[in-house]
């Protein structure tokens, strides 16, 4: 070697060095998750993965007890949640949530000691709401977190409040004159994984409902046109996904076309619920309770602490990596309707009932089992009623397998009613018209069974 080739070698590995100190350390492991060749392949890195699963652990579990006995409604004083549970129920829920969201500070950071039905704490006053936005959550935004759910452990995390919280950025000042107006960009933040893009994506897309469309369809611009900024707002917004789940852009999307939904992985279809979901609690829940939080609790803006993607998921691709937690608690969970039970005899309408099943699964699993047994108790208590069962597949996959399976999906049903002893004639099973029910890949509410009760 001579001189000048060992001073460029030098040069080169010290460069090298320099350039990828800002880079993750090495080694990184790759995983396929898409067809071979289309560069659908999720990056690990298994230092950065093994901080993080211990971060991710759901807490030991606090028994509930069971529906045994006088209500709370009937024996506490100002109880308008949680009436419906049993005073066990009700006690425990009271000792989980403490050790959820105020583990240190106790059951006092919500309660006055020498009155616990008192409502001057405002702490009190939220947590009333983000019982029901919890529950809200469980009982409507299935197609986002399935039988999964969430509890208050979810976000807080033993927290009071909790880690992931965002406010609305406050307007740039316009910066040096030379710079120019910034433009709400260049400034890197920990939301959008220190980008350089649009530093508060979080409020047009999950506070407001902006367009999150940027690719137009045509090969040549016709009527679709999105501005550089909207489109760099958008990537921002992408970066907060990726970030906020620990997964690359292809855990959703196939690269070489980022808007082509037939070509995504139905991640991405779950994505696009959680960002209608998001933007629900922002909306119907926290914004609203603004001025019941102390000013300290504001944003820069006067804001009220709002959730994102990472509030809920802090790096992992499925909170606490799909720990399903909500269904040991029945505060979590919305009282079932009392009045499925004491249908009355003959029904003047129908009554519809909707069994959801994993991706190519013809078994039911977790809450669906619940509602299996509540369709299954139902029909005992009104014997005069017939149930007519079908079965539906989502769009993904081969269409003949699939119809298999919306098949599979209906004999699971009809099979645990004949097992539970409801007799054969009340059971009938019909092929629906069009067994697909959505065109956006997999749907989680399209593998379903429908129950129509009469
Ligand atoms: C994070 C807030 C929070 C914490 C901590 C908390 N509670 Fe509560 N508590 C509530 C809320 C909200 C209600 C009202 C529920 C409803 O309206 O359905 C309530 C109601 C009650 C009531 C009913 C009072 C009445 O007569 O109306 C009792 C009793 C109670 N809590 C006991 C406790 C005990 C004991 C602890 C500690 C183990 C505790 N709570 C911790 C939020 C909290
Ligand atoms: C989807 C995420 C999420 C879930 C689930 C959730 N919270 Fe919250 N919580 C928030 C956000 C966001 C705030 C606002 C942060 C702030 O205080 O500025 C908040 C604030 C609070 C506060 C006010 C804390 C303070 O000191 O200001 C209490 C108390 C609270 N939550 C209780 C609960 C309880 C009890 C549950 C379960 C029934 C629950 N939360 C479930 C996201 C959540
Ligand atoms: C967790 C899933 C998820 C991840 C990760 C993700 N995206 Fe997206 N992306 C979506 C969803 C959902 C939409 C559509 C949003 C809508 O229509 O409301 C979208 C839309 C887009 C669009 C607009 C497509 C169009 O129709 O105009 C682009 C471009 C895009 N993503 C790029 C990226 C890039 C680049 C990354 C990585 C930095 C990324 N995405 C990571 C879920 C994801
Ligand atoms: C209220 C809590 C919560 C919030 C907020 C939330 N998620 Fe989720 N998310 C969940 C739960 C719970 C699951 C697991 C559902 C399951 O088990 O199938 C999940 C699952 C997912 C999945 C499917 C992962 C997989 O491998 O199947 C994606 C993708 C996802 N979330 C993206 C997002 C995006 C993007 C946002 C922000 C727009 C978001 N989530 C906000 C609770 C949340």
Redesign the pocket.
């Known amino acids: 070697m001579n001189a000048l080739t060992r001073i460029t070698t030098f040069v080169l590995t010290v460069g090298a060095a320099v350039l990828l100190a800002g880079c993750e350390r090495p080694p990184v492991d790759t995983v396929q998750s898409g067809y071979r060749g289309t560069g659908m392949e999720q990056v690990y890195n298994p230092r950065l993965l093994a901080a993080q699963v211990p971060l991710n652990q759901a807490p030991p579990l606090i028994p509930q007890g069971g529906p045994e006995g006088p209500k709370a409604k009937d024996v506490l004083q100002n109880v308008k949640v949680l009436g419906d549970l049993s005073i066990a129920q009700f006690t425990n829920s009271m000792v989980a949530?403490t050790a959820w969201?105020s583990p240190k500070e106790g059951c006092n950071y919500?309660h006055v000691p020498e009155n616990m039905a008192d409502d001057s704490k405002y702490?009190k006053i939220?947590?009333r709401r983000?019982?029901e936005?919890?529950q809200k959550?469980n009982a409507e935004w299935t197609p986002h977190v399935a039988a999964t759910g969430?509890?208050?452990y979810?976000?807080?995390r033993g927290e009071?409040?909790?880690s992931k919280?965002w406010f609305t950025a406050k307007a740039q000042d316009q910066g040096p004159k030379f710079i120019g107006n910034r433009n709400g960009q260049n400034a890197p933040v920990g939301n959008v994984k220190a980008g350089s893009l649009d530093v508060d994506p979080l409020t047009p897309y999950l506070l407001k409902t902006s367009d999150i469309r940027v690719v137009g369809k045509t090969t040549l611009p016709s009527d679709h046109v999105a501005s550089i900024q909207a489109t760099e707002s958008t990537y921002s917004l992408m970066m907060h996904f990726s970030s906020s789940l620990g997964v690359n852009c292809t855990y959703c999307h196939n690269s070489r076309n980022f808007g082509k939904w037939e070509e995504s992985p139905p991640q991405r279809t779950t994505a696009w619920h959680g960002i209608r979901m998001v933007n629900d609690?922002n909306n119907a829940f926290?914004v609203p309770l603004t001025s019941t939080?102390p000013a300290s609790?504001l944003g820069p803006t006067g804001d009220?602490?709002?959730?994102s993607c990472a509030?809920?998921h802090q790096g992992a691709y499925k909170p606490l990596y799909g720990a399903a937690m909500a269904k040991d608690y029945p505060a979590?969970l919305r009282a079932p309707a009392a009045a499925t039970a004491t249908l009355p005899a003959p029904v003047a309408e129908a009554l519809r009932s909707v069994l959801y099943f994993d991706v190519g699964s013809p078994v039911l699993k977790g809450e669906q089992e619940v509602g299996l047994a509540q369709l299954i108790a139902s029909m005992k208590s009104t014997p005069a009623t017939t149930a007519t069962i079908s079965g539906f597949h989502s769009a993904a996959g081969t269409l003949t397998q699939n119809q298999e399976l919306a098949k599979q999906r209906a004999f699971t049903v009809r099979d645990s009613l004949l097992a539970a002893g409801i007799a054969e004639s009340r059971v009938t099973l019909a092929k629906p018209q069009q067994t697909e029910a959505n065109l956006a890949g997999e749907d989680p509410t399209a593998r379903r069974v429908e129950v129509t009760i009469k």
């Open positions: 949530i969201v919500c702490t939220v947590s983000m019982l936005m919890t959550i969430v509890t208050c979810t976000c807080h009071p409040v909790p919280i609690l926290l939080f609790r009220v602490g709002k959730v509030t809920c979590m």
